[in-house]
């Protein structure tokens, strides 16, 4: 089961559903580093918010991946190593691949719309320039084809590569000096998503998963 993003919970957020998304959003820009140690009393005093909601942002953010909890170390953000980066990239592209060899015979007229409703929704939030929002769309258009796949251990595995894909983004961002993906970057995915041949959409993915990567190593060093 998919874990629940801040910007997909319906209706008005509480005070602690604002913060944590005020916290991703500090993640995704870069204010907050990736690897930096948070402590409750300098970050409630930097978000104007008492410890409560405060401690139930961090929970959430500890739930999905992008904060790490270590024993009488503290919590930091997630940080993704150079060769960890190698590793998120085979894993990813794996997956994503066998996704798409499942959900192949699958694919309908509503389930192309559906794809190309997320594809609108990542182009707003690249649009808005808001980074977390960016990632969280990011995120949510490539979660189509496990959804659509239906295999329970893909969507598990999907389930557990979204925090380190988050960190991923961040770096990503931060690499090309952006506030989300470029805005024709997922053109040709759709139409190899909605195109006749799996082994083209098969290379794609791979290609597709290898853009701006090699940047991103640089920029970690």
């Known amino acids: 089961m998919f874990t629940t993003d801040i ?3 319906p209706g008005r957020r509480t005070l602690w559903e604002q913060t944590a998304q005020r ?6 820009n870069g204010t907050i580093a990736p690897g930096t140690r948070l402590t409750e009393n ?6 104007g918010v008492s410890r409560a909601p405060l401690r139930e942002a961090i929970r959430h953010l500890m739930n999905i991946g992008l904060l790490i909890s270590e024993p009488y170390k503290g919590v930091r ?3 993704l190593t150079s060769e960890g980066l190698h590793q998120l990239y085979e894993y990813r592209t794996g997956i994503e691949q066998m ?4 959900l192949w015979p699958k694919r309908s007229a509503e ?6 409703r ?11 320039g808001d980074s977390a929002l960016a990632i969280d769309r990011e995120l949510e258009l490539h979660q189509w084809c496990y959804e659509l796949s239906g295999n329970a251990l893909l969507i598990d595995a999907w389930g557990r590569v979204k925090p380190h894909l988050r960190c991923y983004f961040v770096l990503h961002q931060r690499a090309h000096n952006r506030s989300g993906p470029a805005r024709q970057s997922h053109d040709r995915y759709l139409e190899h998503a909605k195109g006749e041949s799996l082994p083209a959409a098969l290379d794609f993915i791979e290609a597709h998963m290898k853009q701006g990567f090699d940047q991103v190593i640089d920029h970690v060093g």
Do not use: G, N
């Open 7 to 9: 910007e997909q919970i």
């Open 23 to 28: 916290l991703q959003t500090l993640i995704a």
């Open 42 to 47: 300098a970050l409630a005093k930097q978000l």
């Open 77 to 79: 953000v997630l940080e």
């Open 99 to 102: 996704a798409f060899r499942s």
């Open 111 to 116: 389930s192309f719309a559906d794809l190309d």
């Open 118 to 128: 997320r594809h609108a929704r990542l182009l707003e939030a690249i649009d808005s």
